[in-house]
């Protein structure tokens, strides 16, 4: 069982990857931000991927029954989807909306976990 944030945040990183989402990263934001302590960002190969890496997500959390209550904003349709995890927050977008909302240039200045 997986109990701290970090080792959560790469378990979920790595599954992530294993469903062939692209270009997944971590960044550690808890010293630069008081609303989680890692975001993952990555990216959807389409709207059914992306139906199918938030239903992943989700199995994750129940299989391995790790303590976070989800909650998740967005869907296969929007083209991303944005799961909440406490101190830990899930970013899935399709190119198009990852390209748009460039969430690594807006926090350039949060360390990058390696996964």
């Known amino acids: 069982m997986i109990d701290n944030s970090e080792g959560i945040a790469l378990y979920f990183a790595k599954t992530l990857q294993e469903k062939k989402a692209k270009d997944t990263i971590i ?5 630069i931000s008081i609303i989680a ?9 389409s709207s059914i991927h992306l139906k199918s890496l938030i239903a992943v ?9 790790i303590n976070r209550n989800l909650r998740c904003e967005g869907s296969e349709y929007t083209g991303w989807a944005l799961l909440d ?6 970013h899935l977008f399709s190119e198009e ?13 949060a360390k990058q976990v390696n996964i």
């Open 27 to 31: 960044l550690d934001i808890k010293k």
């Open 85 to 90: 995890c406490g101190d830990i927050i899930i």
């Open 57 to 65: 997500i989700k199995d994750a959390i129940i299989e391995n029954k």
């Open 37 to 45: 302590d890692y975001f993952i960002i990555t990216t959807s190969q």
């Open 97 to 109: 909306k990852r390209s748009f909302y460039h969430l690594e240039q807006l926090w350039q200045d």
